[in-house]
Nanobody
Framework: QVQLVESGGGLVQPGGSLRLSCAASGSIFSINAMAWYRQAPGKERELVATITSGGFTNYADSVKGRFTISRDNSKNTVFLQMNSLLPEDTAVYYC???????????????WGTGTLVTVSS
């Protein structure tokens, strides 16, 4: 019933910027923490950034100072602003959220299907 859909990926040169979005839809009672993960070619999936329902954020050391995670609770949407992009940022980026659905009071993990970010000169 609940779906997460990412958008905003694409091809960009080193030093450029992209803004990713992830919108949740369906029978949603509330959304707890939201996060962005990424998986680069030949590497394991890694956590990029998290944001709580109250707006507290955490970042991977590799992106701190360059990426900013934010959310719009009225639209059930999380964003990832990516600046000063590096070739090492090339990956498929996945949205993750803890969501309470319908009349439930226990959150469950939901995942988007990913959006590709390619940083290349």
């Amino acid at each position: 019933q609940v779906q997460l859909v990412e958008s905003g990926g694409g091809l960009v040169q080193p030093g450029g910027s992209l803004r990713l979005s992830c919108a949740a839809s369906g029978s949603i009672f509330s959304i707890n923490a939201m996060a962005w993960y990424r998986q680069a070619p030949g590497k394991e999936r890694e956590l990029v950034a998290t944001i709580t329902s109250g707006g507290f954020t955490n970042y991977a050391d590799s992106v701190k100072g360059r990426f900013t995670i934010s959310r719009d609770n009225s639209k059930n949407t999380v964003f990832l602003q990516m600046n000063s992009l590096l070739p090492e940022d090339t990956a498929v980026y996945y949205c993750n959220a803890g969501i309470v659905t319908g009349w439930s009071r226990a959150p469950m993990d939901y995942w988007g299907t990913g959006t590709l970010v390619t940083v290349s000169s």
